[in-house]
Each structure stands twice: as structure tokens, then as C-alpha cells.
């Protein structure tokens, strides 16, 4: 596990599979994303809020489904943000991003493409689901994602102004991704939403 440590109070860990990256000044959640993959030494990742609880089995799940060679990126559908049931895991075709992957998305390492310096705090999640040139990004049903969401964006009038500037840059330098994904993505056209992936018994 690594932990990008925005705060300034250090964090102390006594197990030796926990790494602690100690920033001087908080370098907001795009950037971390960033050097965490780039710390990281496995082939799969899951990029994941500090705040959270998800359901049993998530993990193991998405882990199974990421050995797929054609899966990009697995991150939960609408319904498991904040829910109150749970249920069997299951997977669509996601054609576009859920709430939810800004704070839970597991991918293998290769399929991370480094998000753009000018975006820190909005966008990221966008930016990896749409780049996703030719596999395909997947919703898992079935669990619950626990959060409180956009909290510290919303805590500060500083984080909300760099937000702000992060949606504008989007929009007029990176939005052209979203289009061609929509256009030119195989798989898209391929699966409908309504299709089901299961795992398989044994």
C-alpha cells in the first residue's frame, strides 16, 4: 500500500507493506495519483480515497476481472455510491465515468497514463476513463461505496476556485478525448450496457 500524505502531520506505519510518501505541501489529487503510480512496483492498482469503506469482495472482484486482457479500468456503478444494499458483483460495459471512480478505479499499472500537470484536483478520473483507447472500462454492480463526497473540495473556498480552473482547463484543452472515445473506441460499439459479465463457478 502507498499513502501520498498531503497533510502536513506525519504518518506512521509498522507494517512493512505500507509505504508513506510525505509531501512538504499538498499536492492536490491528480498529482498524487501520479506519483503513486509511479512509486508503484505491482502490475495492478486500485487508486482509492482515505475516507472510504466498500464492500467485501470488491477487491477480490475486480482483481479477477482486470486478468482480462480487454479490461481497462474497474470502477463502481452509480447505484453503489453511498447505498444502502448489497448483493451479487457484477459487471457492464461502463460508456461513461460514474461519480464513484474519483474515489475507487482499479486498473493494471499499464493502462494508467499520466494525468495531465494542469489538472489537480478535477478531471483526473475523466482523463484515464476516456483514455482507454481500445479496452474496455467496466461497472461493478453489486457492492457499496461509502464516502462523503467532494468533502474537502467543498471545505475550502481556495479548493473550490482550483476546481473550478481544473474544469475550465478540461473543457478547452483535454475534452477532445471524450468525443473520440465516443467515436472511435471498438469495444463501445461492440457491447451494450445491459451486458453481463460474470465470474466464473469454481
Known amino acids: 500500500m502507498i499513502i501520498i500524505n498531503n497533510a502536513p502531520q506525519s504518518l506512521v506505519f509498522q507494517s512493512p507493506k505500507v509505504r508513506v510518501l510525505q509531501q512538504d505541501d499538498n499536492i492536490y489529487v491528480n498529482p498524487a495519483w501520479n506519483l503513486g503510480v509511479e512509486s508503484a512496483h505491482h502490475d495492478l492498482l486500485l487508486l482509492s480515497n482515505d475516507d472510504i469503506d466498500f464492500s467485501e469482495g470488491m477487491l477480490e472482484w475486480a482483481h479477477h476481472v482486470l486478468t482480462l486482457p480487454f479490461v481497462g479500468i474497474v470502477g463502481p456503478a452509480e447505484k453503489a455510491l453511498n447505498s444502502g444494499r448489497t448483493g451479487m458483483l457484477w459487471f ?29 484536483i478535477w478531471g483526473g478520473d475523466d482523463w484515464l476513463f476516456y483514455r482507454q483507447d481500445w479496452r474496455l472500462n467496466l ?39 471524450e468525443r473520440n472515445y465516443r467515436r472511435y473506441h471498438p469495444i463501445y460499439w461492440l457491447l451494450n450496457r445491459t451486458t453481463k459479465i460474470h465470474r466464473p463457478s469454481g
Open 92 to 120: 457492464t460495459p461502463a460508456r461513461v465515468r460514474t461519480t464513484g471512480y474519483g474515489v475507487w478505479m482499479a486498473m493494471r499499472k499499464a493502462s494508467y497514463v499520466h494525468v495531465p500537470d494542469d489538472l489537480l
Open 139 to 177: 461497472h461493478l454492480h453489486g457492492g457499496r461505496i461509502t464516502t462523503k463526497m467532494s468533502e474537502t473540495v467543498n471545505s475550502e473556498e481556495r479548493f473550490m476556485g482550483l476546481a473550478a480552473e481544473d474544469h475550465r482547463r478540461y473543457l478547452e484543452n483535454h475534452s477532445q478525448i
